[in-house]
């Protein structure tokens, strides 16, 4: 009991109530949730903590390693054979396209610089290995094994063999975070190959993906591929995509529902090209006041580039 | 007679350069890559849990707070995520402390086994408020696999304190 200007002795410190405790530490712990979530202003934090953690993680990895190590060491011998054959048919079978491919680009570069347009960048990439999935559930990542120390900057795209598997959005010293295609945050700008219908992909969990705000009548069908438009400036055109698998029009809503399923191993592991980053595209003109008039100057501008 | 503790044992005192140890530990494996295998348990989250109900006046919310910051990073998850779960489990177990001592170990994991899910939704609504995915029902298998664990992990993390099997008949205890 305490009367008034009269505290009890304290016999034991024990510090702050155990509720005042637990108030402040969620308020700093919701506080950290706002910053990271609404203004992205915690990286420095991250990438301080991500490089001292960096040689705890290494060693974690040993185990796995030396399990992934045990069971290449015991892949029988005619898995070996049959592969090896496999990807000797491969490579013949797309040898026909690898010789002709220089002669095109040569012709290519001939026709543009014909056409007085601005020549295709040089792409340059670097090969990095795909080393783990990101813990985190609620999102589809992967780390590289190439960083900053490479060269690795945000924002570039990712692609194995097939198509593209996703965009680096942050850099560590020697590693980096990929986002993987399906996850829900990433949207990459497509068209349709068959007939150049331009729209955005965006992942849709569960390793899918939709093809967001095209009218229910919209010119798509099951199994057309969708390739990069270049429009955003970040991935080149003409890369593969995605596979349409699903289309539902229902005429109660005004949006077809379109699923699409990636061609690349986006959830596989290997290895995998981190393209260079593309150079700035040239400032927009003057912005339009409101989007709204964005579907009109869609239109125009195909008009413009049918003529 | 007194009712005595379910372990029944008189436990030495805890050394603090073992809890540390221990979260470390736990911490390390919770950095092994296992991917979206489902059922893993969350280590740290374990290990805390077993301090803030054994030694709930050195073990607290601050630990789980400066752990859950490190989850975060490492797990490339948003920041405070972890902290916010970490903080409220570790608030949660060290109110249940006085009372979970007394049953059974098997009682003890079905009290701690709501603490865990309890965890594992405050993340989920965290992520889920701002716009992420479902993750799916097999991702709450890991605090089944983290309650059922509470057993070996109990007999592990006491056995430093628990006093020689020798007896000796000039001890006064």
């Avoid at chain 1, 010789?99 to 347009?117: G, K, S, T």
């Avoid at chain 2, 070996?152 to 020689?164: H, K, S």
Wanted: glycine fraction near 8%; proline fraction near 7%; charge should be positive.
């Amino acid at each position: 009991m305490s009367v008034v200007g009269h505290a009890p002795p304290p016999f034991f410190k024990r510090g702050p109530a155990p509720l005042v405790r637990l108030v402040f530490f969620v308020s700093l712990s919701l506080i950290l949730l706002i910053a990271d979530l609404r203004f992205h202003t915690l990286e420095w934090v991250r990438l301080a903590v991500a490089t001292v953690a960096w040689p705890l993680q290494r060693i974690t990895w040993m185990p796995i390693d030396a399990a992934g190590d045990v069971g290449a060491y015991l892949v029988r011998q005619s898995t070996l054979l049959k592969e090896n054959e496999e990807l000797r048919r491969r490579q013949l079978g797309t040898a026909n396209l690898l010789l002709r491919q220089q002669h095109l680009e040569q012709e290519n570069m001939r026709l543009r610089a014909l056409l007085d347009m601005r020549a295709r960048l040089p792409v340059e990439g670097r090969i990095a290995e795909i080393l783990y999935a990101a813990r985190d559930p609620f999102s589809r990542r992967v780390i590289i094994d190439k960083g900053m120390q490479h060269g690795i900057g945000a924002g570039q795209a990712v692609v194995d063999d097939v198509g593209i598997i996703g965009q680096v959005v942050r850099v560590f010293p020697l590693t980096a975070e990929v986002l993987l295609l399906t996850d829900k945050d990433q949207a990459i700008p497509v068209e349709v190959q068959r007939n150049g219908l331009r729209a955005i992909l965006a992942g849709a969990g569960a390793g899918m993906m939709e093809l967001r705000f095209l009218a229910a009548n919209a010119e798509v069908q099951i199994g057309d591929i969708l390739v990069t438009s270049g429009l955003d400036g970040v991935y080149l055109p003409g890369l593969p995509v995605a596979k349409v698998v699903k289309i539902d029009r229902d005429s109660a809503y005004s949006f077809a529902r379109i699923t699409c399923a990636p061609l690349a191993g986006v959830e596989r592991h290997g290895l995998a090209l981190v393209l260079g980053a593309r150079t700035a595209l040239p400032p927009q003109p003057a912005d339009a006041p409101s989007t709204a008039d964005e579907p009109g100057r869609g239109k125009r501008a195909k008009k413009k580039a049918r003529q | 007679m007194q009712p005595t503790h379910a372990s029944r044992r008189i436990l030495l005192p805890v050394r603090n350069w073992f809890i540390v140890l221990t979260l470390f530990l736990a911490l390390l494996l919770n950095l092994i890559p296992f991917g979206r295998l489902p059922g893993i348990p969350d280590w740290v989250a374990l290990v805390l849990a077993f301090w803030c109900v054994h030694q709930p006046l050195k073990v607290g919310m601050a630990a789980g707070f400066v752990l859950g910051l490190a989850m975060d990073v490492v797990d490339a998850s948003v920041m405070g995520q972890h902290a916010l779960a970490y903080v409220l489990l570790a608030f949660a177990a060290a109110g249940l402390s006085r009372r979970v001592l007394w049953f059974p170990l098997s009682q003890q994991a079905l009290h701690v086994l709501p603490l865990f899910l309890g965890m594992q939704l405050v993340m989920m609504v965290a992520r889920m408020v701002s716009g992420a995915e479902f993750p799916g029902v097999l991702w709450f298998l890991s605090s089944f696999t983290a309650a059922l664990l509470w057993h070996p992990v109990t007999y592990l993390l006491l056995m430093p304190q628990f006093r020689p099997e020798d007896k000796d008949v000039h001890r006064p205890i």
